[in-house]
């Protein structure tokens, strides 16, 4: 590599987002790589709209609409999603997407060598290598499957300690990078604008604190009710917290320049925050992160393995629920055959708590819906209803009326604890159905 002029030959493979665009034909197979798509590659492809036909497209979280979201866009574009967001919610509800089911980790199967893998790199330091900022997933390993690459150049991508890092050799062509106007900070994990936190949630942050216990290695999904849960007093008063995650939600890295949260009990990665994203921060926030030891961002494929997950003592993982059943079945993709999410790397962090010594799965969940209307605690899930965690492996849940711990218990055991957390509203409708279901007929 030392003889091979990378810098000659960066600007030989730098060809405009339009040239990149021609590249793709009708039938052709692309894939984006995971977290932020290459915004003005995937303009420059949405522009070709009625010029091809039946080109199949992989996104693993959506994060930009570029119009092929659309209705009349079907013809052109055949788009499969990895992980449904706020911006292809309406998309999927209308079927017009399709909706990629992973293996036990999330993301080690996307999209099957594409024609042409689509990522985004920063630019090369001293001696070639790129960056992939502020979240890696699985990106260095799609690269190195791909027939072709193309990349596109951000210079505002930051560098982290870890696996982040590509040569610009194994890059067949690059494009220089233009802004979307999108932020660090300006948007949740899922893409969705954020929000003043409702007041249930900080009932939630509290019970959920009770759990962690000091010196914990946690986890926190992303969802409306567990993002907030940092900034709103879930670990307040904790000390020597690790980290362990997928991508950081707001206030995790203001924790970690705290002290609050500085992994030197865990097991393994010692001192380090270990995910693939550093999601979930301001700008001043990310600048912080920049070269910055603490951060270790690996591959999906080794933050969700089970041994590892389970190598840490008081592993606790903290994630959402659409629904969860009186026996504690835990519904966390979709209500009825309505998908409005996949279980990302819930299935693993909760498989890994149990693997854990003294480790703990927390499962979060509001109450009701629709204006209380609807209980979310339910005796039996609607038809059609995805099962995400088996209630053999459910552990706590918590709601803003409290805490239910399930694990080892009969249930009926389980019907009580169910029952005591969900809307007081709700209570006598659910002992009645309970009744039913679970104990002798009359």
Known sequence: MSDWNWKSAFKENLISAEDAAKFVKSGDSIAFTGGREAFAIGLAIAARVGDLKDVKIFLPSPTYDFGWYGEGWEESFKITIGMPTATCQEAIDAQRCDINTFTLVPMEVSAKEPDILITEISVPDKQGFCSFGNSLWDKKREIRKARMVIAEV???????????FIHVSEIDYLVEHISSGAMPGSGSLAGRALKEPEPYLKDIAGYVG??????ATIQIGVGRTTEPLVRLGMLDGKKDIGYHSEATPNGIISLIR?????GKYKNINTDRATVTSLGGGTKEEMEWARENPTFQLVDVAYLENLRIIGDHDNMTSINNALMVDLTGQIAAETIGTRIMSLAGGQIPFVFGSWLS?????????RSTAKNNQISRIVPLFPQGTIVTI?????????????????????????????????????????????????????
């Open 210 to 215: 009770e759990l962690i216990l000091d010196r």
């Open 390 to 442: 088996q209630r053999n492996l459910a552990d706590y849940v918590v709601s803003e009326y409290g805490i239910a711990h399930l694990r080892g218990k009969s249930i009926r055991e389980r019907v009580g604890e169910m029952i005591s957390i969900a809307h007081p509203d709700h209570r006598d409708y659910l002992w009645k159905e309970a009744k039913k279901l679970y104990w002798p007929k009359k």
């Open 258 to 262: 705290e002290g609050v949260i500085n």
């Open 357 to 365: 010594n003294n480790g703990r799965s927390i499962t979060v969940i």
């Open 154 to 164: 951000n210079n505002n991508l930051i560098r982290t300690y870890g696996d982040n």
